[in-house]
């Protein structure tokens, strides 16, 4: 057996970040309320680190229209609870056009709280090809209660 020590704030050698798309030149955003404080380009561009926060509670979409057709490798989501327990239900839904009806390709769901897990990150490795129409879907509390949508990161490759 052979053994390194290795320094962690290093990066591994050979991961290489996806190339993002650039989601402000090549979609259109739809969202079913906001904040004032927390639009839903804070979660969509690189430049904001704060993510955006739904204007009420109960659920909430947010829809990417495509100018022209995108091929989708990798979702990138990424949540934030610190204040309250809650179990969240989020859905992906595509289109290759904006005529036809969605369809669902993920449904999750996660517990947080503020004891333990106040983070939930998800990379999905998918293969979708023409993409017209992507649609998020949160269900914040799948309890009810008054509990507001957040995302702090939507990133597509």
Not at 79 to 96: G, H, V
Not at 129 to 156: F, N, S, W, Y
Request: aromatic content about 8%.
């Amino acid at each position: 057996m052979r053994k390194h020590i290795i320094d962690q704030s290093q990066p591994i050698e050979g991961l290489i970040e996806p190339a993002w798309l650039n989601l402000e030149e090549l979609a259109l955003v739809e969202v079913s309320s906001e904040a004032p404080d927390y639009p839903v380009e804070f979660a969509l561009l690189p430049k904001h680190r704060v993510g955006w926060q739904a204007g009420r509670s109960g659920m909430q979409c947010l829809r990417l229209i495509f100018d022209q057709p995108q091929q989708l490798n990798i979702i990138r989501l990424s949540f934030s609870e610190p204040l309250l327990a809650r179990c969240q239900e989020y859905c992906l839904r595509w289109s290759a056009d904006i005529e036809h009806p969605l369809q669902e390709f993920i449904r999750q769901q996660w517990n947080f709280s503020p004891t333990g897990s106040t983070v939930e990150r998800e990379e999905h490795l998918i293969t979708l090809a023409h993409v017209k129409v992507l649609e998020l879907q949160i269900i914040p509390d799948i309890q009810g209660g008054g509990a507001r949508a957040t995302l702090e990161r939507l990133q597509l490759a």
